[in-house]
């Protein structure tokens, strides 16, 4: 790899006030990461910032779309650092195919898609074009750990 282009999806999040973490330990019985030939997949990320969650509950309820939106980029860049352990540089993707989002919503809430954005709109900082990708964006009554959003994503990497 061309070393003077190496960290440079992690750059451009900094330049916007972004910053990569150490990845999160698994909470479970899985692994956090999985590549399968250039195909590179995350289990659930929880908004921890280190083993701290700071936002809990459900949206509509006691989080609001803004604030779950926040919970949804430190899903993201959660993802990025088990990616990133994974593949050694998020330089080496190229391409973010999917993110899959879980929101904790309260009864009647219906604004999964821009609490979603929040993970969304990193993956775009990130990587450009070849971060725009596919997704889902789910209302479910619960999440673990009370946590408010739950990301994986799915990624391209090179060889």
Request: glycine share 10%.
């Amino acid at each position: 790899m061309n070393t003077s282009s190496e960290n440079q999806v992690e750059q451009r999040l900094r330049d916007v006030g972004l910053e990569v973490p150490a990845a999160p330990e698994a909470v479970g019985s899985y692994v956090p990461v999985l590549r399968t030939g250039q195909l590179v997949v995350t289990s659930g990320q929880l908004p921890l910032e280190g083993k701290e969650l700071p936002y809990q509950g459900r949206v509509g309820d006691q989080l609001t779309i803004e604030e779950a939106a926040a919970a949804a980029r430190l899903c993201a860049l959660n993802a990025l650092a088990q990616i990133r352990a994974c593949l050694g540089s998020l330089d080496r993707v190229t391409r973010i195919v999917r993110l899959e989002g879980y929101i904790a919503s309260a009864d009647g809430f219906t604004g999964q898609a821009p609490v979603l954005n929040g993970a969304s709109d990193v993956m775009t900082a990130a990587f450009g074009e070849a971060g725009r990708h596919t997704r889902i964006a789910v209302g479910v009554s619960q999440l673990p750990l009370g946590a408010p959003v739950e990301l994986a994503v799915w990624a391209e990497t090179d060889q």
